[in-house]
C-alpha cells in the first residue's frame, strides 16, 4: 500500500480515511475523502424555494421540467417542440418560440417592481447609483435606440470592452433588445485580445469608455480600443462611456459619446422579436490553454437555464439583496449577474474596483452597507481574504448574509471552512456551483435548504440534468471512483456550437463519446454519490504510473496553517515519468524557509501518501492566474521544464510569471529533495 494507510482506516484527528487502492487501474486516482457532512439548517430548509419534490419531480421527467421552468420567462409567441434531437449534436430547444431577453429582464417587472432596485452599484473611487428597474429600462431603451441610429441591427455583433459600470449590463440588454450578439472582452484585456475577438466574429460595433478604475489606476480603454481598431474594418463605430473624464484619441464619424448619443433617443424601444435559437451572445473563452473559442449562447434556452437556475441555487426571494462579485466579462457575469437575477427581478450589487482598495475590508463594507443576503464569489478571492486574515470580516455586521456561493476552481476543504466561519458566521449554507462558459448555466450544485454539503464537493446534478463520470473507454465508473465528467442529455442553455468553427465544437466536446457532452474535467463520486472535481483533464500528472489530480495536493497543502494558496503540477523526471512540483504562497505573517518546506512536503506526504509527495516545493508571492481568477498551470508547467512561456495574453498578472521563474531557478540550484 505504500503507505497510504490501511485501506479505510480511521484517523480521528483529521477524521479523514485513508484512501482505498482500487484493484483495477483508475482513470484518475482519488486519495483524499473528507468525511465532513453540513445538513441545511431547519429555519433555512423551511423557507427554501426548492424541495426535494422538485428533483423528483425533474428526474421523473426532464423534459416537462424544462417546460415548466421556461413557461416562467414572457414568450412573444410559443415554442412547438421543446427540443430538436434530430441533428445531434446541434441541439434546438423551445423550436418555433420566439422571445426579447431584455424585455424579460426589465420590461416585464415595470407594472410592480418600477421601483425596486435593479442594482446598488459602487465605483472603486466610492461613488455610487441607486437604479432601479425603471431606470435601467430607460437606459437600455436609449442606448438600444442609439446603437439603431448606428445603423446596427438584428444580427450585427457588438463588442462590449468596459469595467464594471453600470453602462456594461446596460450595453449587453441593449443589443439584446435589437438583436445584435454581444461579447464582451474583460476589460482588463489587452488590445491584441480585443482585437483578436473582434476579428473573429467581425463586430461591427465596440462600447467601450474612456478608461476604468483598477487599484486606484486608471486603465486606458478607449486608447486600447484605438489601437485593436488600427487592425479591425469591421468595426464603423464606436460609443465611449465618460467614467474617468481622462484625454481620449478621438476618430470623427466613427466614435461617439455614450451620453450624447443616448440624450438625443426616445426613452422607450420597441424589442426584436427573437427567435428562441437566434444568437444572444458570444463569449470567448481560453480557458486554460490554448486559442479562444467562442461560445455561442441562444435566446430562449440559455434565459430558461439562466433564470430557472438562479432561482433555486440562491434561494431567491423578493427581497434578498444579491451580490455576485464576478466581472460581466466572465459568463458568470452573465449568466448571474445580468441575465439570471433580471429575469428573475432581484436586486444586485455592482462593485466596480479591486477587493483590496482602499483597504483589505472594501468587500465586507459593502455587504455591511447594502445589507448583502447571498454572496457569490470565487475560491481564488477566498484564499486571497484568507490570506489577510480574518479581521477585516470580523470588523463588519455581516448578519445580512445568508447564503454563500462559490464557483470558478475546486473549493478547497480549508477554505470553504474558512468561508463557512469567517464570511457566514456559520449559519450559511454555501454553494459550490459547477459548471462552464459552455454549459450556460449551473450543472452540478447543492440545493440550498434540501442538499447536506460537504466541504469541496460540488455535490449532485440539477434538477433537469444527466452528468455522469466515465472512463477512457466511456463506461460509467460507479461511485467512489474517479473518471472524466460527461453530461449524457441535452439542456436548454448549452452552447449551440463555436462561433464560424462547428467541426472543432464537435471535436472538442462531442466526439470522445458517442452522444455524451465532454466536460475536459476530472471527477469522482465519493460512497454517497457526491461529485467532486479534480481539475482540468489536462492537468493530471503522472506519476510512477499513477493518474494524480492536481486539487487534492493542492488542498493538503492549503490544509497547512502557513500556507494561502498553492499549484502543483507535473514535471518530466527521469525516474517516476513525472515528478510533483508545487508552488506554494503563504499566509501574511508566515516567512518561508528551507524547514517549512520541509515540513509541507512531509505534512502532504500525512495527509495523502508518499506518492503524492511534491519533489519541490517553490515559494512564491503570488501564481499565474487568467482574469475570472484561475491557477494556469499549463505557465507552471512551462517554466518547470525550462520551455519558452506559451500564450500569457489572458494572464491578469503577467509580472509574476518572471518572478516565479527566478524563485524557481534558485530552488533548482539549491537542489530538489526526494
Ligand atoms: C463558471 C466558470 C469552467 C471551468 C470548469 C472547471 C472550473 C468552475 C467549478 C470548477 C470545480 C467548481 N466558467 N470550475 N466551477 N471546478 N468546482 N465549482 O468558471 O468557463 O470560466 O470555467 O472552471 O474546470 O471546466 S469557465
Known amino acids: ?39 441545511p439548517p431547519p429555519e433555512f430548509a423551511a423557507q427554501a424555494t426548492a424541495d426535494a419534490d422538485l428533483l423528483r419531480r425533474a428526474a421523473e421527467d426532464p423534459e416537462a421540467y424544462w417546460a415548466e421552468e421556461a413557461a416562467r420567462l414572457d414568450w412573444m409567441s410559443p415554442w412547438e417542440q421543446l427540443v430538436d434531437r434530430s441533428n445531434h449534436p446541434f441541439y434546438k430547444w423551445f423550436v418555433g418560440g420566439t422571445l426579447n431577453a431584455s424585455v424579460n429582464c426589465l420590461d416585464r417587472h415595470l407594472a410592480e417592481r418600477a421601483d425596486k432596485v435593479a442594482f446598488h452599484w459602487e465605483g472603486e473611487p466610492g461613488d455610487t447609483q441607486t437604479i432601479t428597474y425603471a431606470d435601467l429600462h430607460e437606459r437600455v431603451c436609449r442606448l438600444a435606440n442609439g446603437l439603431r441610429s448606428l445603423g446596427v441591427g438584428r444580427g450585427d455583433r457588438v463588442a462590449i470592452y468596459l469595467g464594471m459600470v453600470p453602462e456594461l449590463p446596460a450595453a449587453m440588454l441593449a443589443c439584446a433588445r435589437i438583436g445584435a450578439p454581444h461579447t464582451v472582452v474583460f476589460g482588463g484585456f489587452s488590445p491584441d485580445s480585443l482585437r483578436d475577438r473582434i476579428q473573429d466574429c467581425e463586430c461591427t460595433a465596440v462600447i467601450t469608455a474612456d478608461e476604468g478604475w483598477r487599484n486606484g489606476k486608471t486603465v486606458p480603454l478607449k486608447a486600447n480600443t484605438d489601437e485593436a481598431l488600427t487592425e479591425c474594418p469591421s468595426v464603423t463605430s464606436t460609443v465611449v462611456v465618460r467614467r474617468t473624464g481622462g484625454d481620449v484619441g478621438w476618430v470623427e464619424g466613427r466614435d461617439h459619446w455614450y451620453d450624447e448619443l443616448v440624450a438625443a433617443q426616445p426613452a422607450e424601444c420597441e424589442p426584436e422579436a427573437m427567435d428562441a435559437e437566434d444568437m444572444l451572445y458570444i463569449l470567448y473563452t481560453s480557458g486554460t490553454t490554448g486559442k479562444p473559442k467562442g461560445i455561442v449562447h441562444t435566446t430562449g434556452g440559455y434565459l430558461t437555464g439562466a433564470a430557472s437556475t438562479h432561482r433555486y441555487v440562491f434561494d431567491i426571494k423578493d427581497d434578498d439583496v444579491y451580490w455576485c462579485a464576478a466581472d460581466c466579462g466572465w459568463v458568470t457575469g452573465h449568466t448571474y449577474i445580468v441575465y439570471g437575477p433580471l429575469a428573475n427581478g432581484c436586486t444586485g450589487v455592482l462593485y466596480e474596483g479591486a477587493p483590496g482598495f482602499p483597504a483589505e475590508d472594501r468587500w465586507w463594507e ?56 469567517h464570511i457566514g458566521g456559520g449559519r450559511c449554507p454555501i454553494v459550490d456551483t459547477w459548471w462552464q462558459t459552455e454549459t450556460g448555466c449551473i450543472m452540478i450544485s447543492p440545493l440550498p435548504g434540501v442538499t447536506p454539503t460537504k466541504p469541496g464537493s460540488a455535490t449532485f446534478a440539477m434538477p433537469g440534468i444527466s452528468a455522469d463520470i466515465v472512463d477512457e473507454a466511456g463506461n460509467s465508473v460507479g461511485l467512489g471512483a474517479g473518471g472524466y465528467l460527461v453530461l449524457t442529455e441535452p439542456w436548454p442553455s448549452m452552447l449551440r456550437t463555436l462561433y464560424g468553427d462547428d467541426e472543432r465544437f464537435v471535436e472538442t466536446y462531442w466526439s470522445q463519446y458517442e452522444g455524451k457532452y465532454l466536460a475536459g474535467d476530472g471527477a469522482r463520486r465519493d460512497d454517497d454519490g457526491y461529485y467532486w472535481f479534480l481539475g482540468r483533464i489536462d492537468d493530471v500528472m503522472n506519476v510512477s504510473g499513477h493518474r494524480l489530480s492536481t486539487i487534492e495536493i493542492e488542498s493538503a497543502l492549503v490544509d497547512h496553517e502557513a500556507v494561502a494558496e498553492a499549484a502543483v503540477v507535473g514535471r518530466s523526471d527521469e525516474t517516476t515519468g513525472q515528478a510533483i512540483a508545487a508552488f506554494v504562497t503563504l499566509k501574511g505573517d508566515v516567512t518561508g524557509d528551507e524547514e517549512l518546506i520541509g515540513t509541507l512536503r512531509k505534512h502532504v506526504a500525512t495527509r495523502i501518501g508518499p506518492i503524492a509527495r511534491p519533489k519541490s516545493i517553490v515559494l512564491t508571492d503570488d501564481l499565474p492566474k487568467t482574469r475570472s481568477g484561475k491557477i494556469m498551470r499549463r505557465l507552471l508547467r512551462d517554466i518547470s521544464e525550462h520551455r519558452q512561456l506559451g500564450d500569457v495574453t489572458t494572464l491578469a498578472n503577467a509580472e509574476v510569471v518572471a518572478d516565479i521563474a527566478d524563485m524557481a531557478e534558485s530552488a533548482r540550484a539549491a537542489g530538489d529533495e526526494d
Request: without cysteine.
Open 366 to 421: 459593502i455587504v455591511e452597507r447594502y445589507g448583502v443576503s447571498i454572496l457569490y464569489m470565487a475560491p481564488t478571492a477566498i484564499r486571497t481574504f484568507m490570506k489577510w486574515g480574518p479581521e477585516h470580516p470580523a470588523a463588519h455586521d455581516m448578519s445580512s448574509l445568508r447564503l454563500l456561493g462559490s464557483v470558478g476552481e475546486p473549493i478547497n476543504p480549508e477554505a470553504w471552512m474558512w468561508y463557512h466561519e
Open 1 to 39: 500500500m505504500s503507505g497510504r494507510g490501511e485501506p479505510g482506516g480511521y484517523d480521528p484527528r483529521t477524521q479523514r480515511t485513508g484512501a482505498v487502492m482500487p484493484d483495477r487501474k483508475q482513470t484518475i486516482e482519488s486519495l483524499e475523502i473528507e468525511h465532513r457532512v453540513f445538513p
